[in-house]
């Protein structure tokens, strides 16, 4: 009989880790998912940010040597991300300006009255108003540059919309979070709470309170860093069913990234677990063993 009851419980306790385990790998997985999500919303607008071109048409007439004067300029300043030189003779002979005038212009004015350019890329600095101004009046300073230009109703447009959208990632980012820590915690104690009667025998018979909390830290660690590998195995699984099935979008991330999303969901796993376990299994070793039955 109490060979049989023995059996019950060890089958109960490897069902409640069984459980555990498998919750805490869906609540890593989903961490994880979301976090990726996050990474590449941030990498995106970052790139958005990045993507607006400032003109800096140059004086006629200006020598190489002079040219690379004006950009050297511009590129010592933080709000520059890359700049690009652009000649007359390009634009004119450009495919989309030619479809939008539809003229020779060269054969009407008899010289080519467009002017030389730098296409300026901005940095994500640009979402400073202020600074772009400061910028953009500097530029215009420089001896050999005739004029500036930017889309400057676009950039504000573009930079409160992408705080918006930012600021709105980090709250559910930050409420998942929360909420993932709660139930992990929860998860990591009810399968702490299966072995209380385990805590009550070994106190009864004299064992220190490290002998007790060793085992249980050792394998809520274990678990936990088993968890976070199964949660990592899915949401490799789920990104390269993704990029299978939408061909054309690289979802898949790249091995730098896929190293830090490895690496933090077996950090929080094993973290977790085993910040969880001490503070409850501290608390059955220090409860009166008439009191653990009521807990």
């Known amino acids: 009989m109490a060979a049989q009851r023995k059996k019950i419980s060890h089958r109960g306790v490897r069902f409640s880790y069984a459980t555990s385990t498998i919750s805490m790998t869906l609540v890593l997985f989903l961490l994880g998912a979301v976090g990726y999500i996050m990474a590449n919303i941030f990498t995106t607008t970052k790139r958005m940010r990045e993507s607006v ?24 300043s933080d709000m520059v991300a890359s700049l690009k030189f652009v000649s007359k003779e390009e634009k004119a002979a450009d495919e989309e300006f030619k479809r939008v005038f539809n003229v020779d212009i060269k054969g009407i004015l008899g010289e080519n009255p467009l002017p030389d350019s730098y296409d300026v890329t901005l ?8 600074g772009l101004e400061a910028f953009a009046e500097e530029a215009r300073k420089i001896k050999g540059v005739e004029f500036v230009s930017y889309p ?13 959208l930012q600021l709105i990632m980090v709250i559910f980012g930050g409420a998942l979070l929360v909420v993932s820590l709660v139930l992990l915690n929860n998860t990591v104690r009810l ?9 009550n025998t070994l106190k009864a ?30 949401l490799g699984g789920a990104l390269y069913a993704m990029d299978y099935a939408v061909p054309g979008v690289s979802i898949l991330p790249k091995l730098e990234e896929a190293g830090i999303a490895v690496g933090a969901m077996l950090s929080v796993g ?25 807990y």
């Open 53 to 76: 071109t400032m003109i800096v048409e140059l004086k006629d007439g200006l020598s190489e040597a002079e040219r690379d004067t004006v950009a050297v300029r511009l590129a010592e």
């Open 123 to 130: 940095s994500a600095l640009s979402s400073n108003k202020e």
């Open 152 to 164: 400057q109703s676009l950039i504000e447009e573009m930079h409160s919309t992408l705080d918006i």
């Open 191 to 199: 399968a702490v709470y299966s072995q209380r009667e385990l805590i």
């Open 205 to 234: 018979v004299g064992a220190t309170k490290w002998f007790i909390m060793r085992p249980f830290v050792g394998r809520s660690a274990l678990q936990g860093a088993l968890a976070g590998l199964l949660a990592t195995l899915l």
């Open 270 to 294: 094993v973290v977790v677990a085993t910040l969880s376990t001490l503070p409850v299994v501290n608390k059955f070793i220090n409860m009166k063993s008439n009191k653990i039955h009521l």
